[in-house]
DNA sequence: CGATTTGTTCTAATATTTGGAACGGCTTTC
DNA sequence: GAAAGCCGTTCCAAATATTAGAACAAATCG
């Protein structure tokens, strides 16, 4: 399974290092950053390299000090700005579409995402919340995992044997929650019937009592890019109400796929 | 003026290569992406050198392949993950004041907008809009230059006279709108007005027909770190609509100040 | 107050990046 | 239809930049 992620023939290693400690930063969930000499014990660069690393991650904005005296490092608004022009590259891009998410999400009262493929995850570019309490709490720029998902399971769909075995040979797998389905075997068969129906649900295999329902947009080559998803809880979603949003997700969907020049 | 950016004592060169290249590609608009050979005549780089970096960012997500059989690159959602992730590990992080900000934007169903200081000028960190047709279009993650916003000039206040001296001397000014402030000495004169005020005032600096009224947000330390604007169409934004707006705002900024543990 | 641990700086040894040249595929041009 | 040009990719040896480790002062901890 080459195509599993890209690795690169000719590495960049300095480069790679830099990455390293920028995907060590991004974890950090607290407002205090994280010190030179924890990043490199780490990732187990030597102090020196991750001092001059950071340093010049520094003059671009990427990173920044915790705080006027600190030490420490935090991501800095530099990033933010340059993942923020990544959308605009992208014919995807969920800003140009959320009249129709709006729409959708009034109309059920629900949260509606829209996700792309990225690396062998979803990334959510785009979400429409309603205004009520309990609702699902994904984030916009978030990854999720393929295999628990609704969107997930959409990109799932084109993969081959060969590369779905491959996924579940490489991938981290953890049950989420009640019915997350964990073996290639269960899998394959659910991606049958999703290829079957046109459509994927998640029924509670991510967040125990959410359930979520998505469909495919596909481009001129047949391959599915993206997906939007309607997604609340189960008690909400009943059947009759699922096949409502069956109806108006495939109206939009279809909507998207021929503007990326896909023949239904 | 040391600190007008920072400037690494010991640059990690090749890092800074690809980070180049990453501002590069975030200039291009268009959905084609930038071919290699684009990118190693404009930024002096030899080809070879160029495709190992593109090479490696993209094992990282950071750029993408502008289409299946394509050979140009395109910011990849990595990069847009990552950047994501900036705001969650800033207390000022928008996200987290979303509510009271869409309150001021309902209120006077104008633009509201949250920026934070970075690198000599302003990101925009939250936006939210009204349903009216017309309207300011600023986006998030967006940066605006210091001199022409109403929120820049909050940020200005805080510089010492050197700084801003030498802040004038090292930015290339843009006369953007009729009344945009281009001169040093014309500039000292407004920030003396806006600290006795407490609050900026762009009138048609940075759009034509546009005017934005700004409040600081202040840390402990008194420093202004962030800000919130409204702004709309001048026809719009009467003088008593402003004296309302800085009544409301007032009191959200002031809140926010305290809870950064600023003592008015 | 001593003992760690921190960030920072320096240096020499090393391993890396570098740019140029070469190749094949593709498009443009004559 | 041939040739010239440009593209991305690969390879290599020369040269440069990175590296690890030690040394230092400052801060933190017990």
Request: with cysteine; aromatic share 10%; hydrophobic share 35%.
């Amino acid at each position: 399974m080459e195509s599993f992620e890209h690795i690169p023939k000719y590495p960049v290693q300095t480069l790679a290092k830099a990455l390293d400690i920028l995907h060590y930063l991004k974890e950090n969930t607290s407002t205090e950053g994280v010190s030179i000499s924890e990043i490199s014990r780490a990732l187990s660069i030597g102090k020196s390299g991750v001092h001059r690393t950071l340093d010049t991650l520094m003059a671009y904005g990427f990173v920044e000090k915790a705080g006027a005296n600190s030490t420490s490092y935090l991501l800095g608004w530099g990033l933010f700005d340059a993942g923020n022009a990544v959308p605009k590259q992208h014919t995807l891009n969920g800003a140009n579409y959320i009249p129709q998410l709006e729409k959708l999400c009034n109309r059920f009262s629900e949260t509606v995402n829209m996700g792309v493929f990225n690396n062998y995850e979803t990334v959510i570019i785009c979400k429409i919340e309603p205004n009520i309490k309990l609702r699902t709490n994904t984030q916009v720029g978030e990854r999720e995992p393929l295999y628990a998902t609704a969107l997930g399971k959409l990109f799932l769909c084109d993969f081959t044997t060969e590369e779905l075995q491959g996924y579940f040979e490489n991938i981290e797998i953890s049950p989420f929650a009640a019915n997350t389905i964990t073996t290639y075997e269960k899998m394959k068969a659910e991606l049958a019937k999703i290829r079957h129906q046109g459509y994927a649900l998640d029924n509670e295999e991510y967040f125990d009592g959410m359930i979520c329902f998505a469909m495919p947009i596909k481009d001129f080559t047949g391959k599915t890019v993206s997906g939007i998803s309607v997604s609340g809880p189960s008690r909400r979603m009943t059947a009759e109400k699922l096949e409502n949003i069956k109806e108006s997700l495939s109206t939009v969907c279809a909507q998207l796929s021929s503007f990326l020049g896909y023949n239904a």
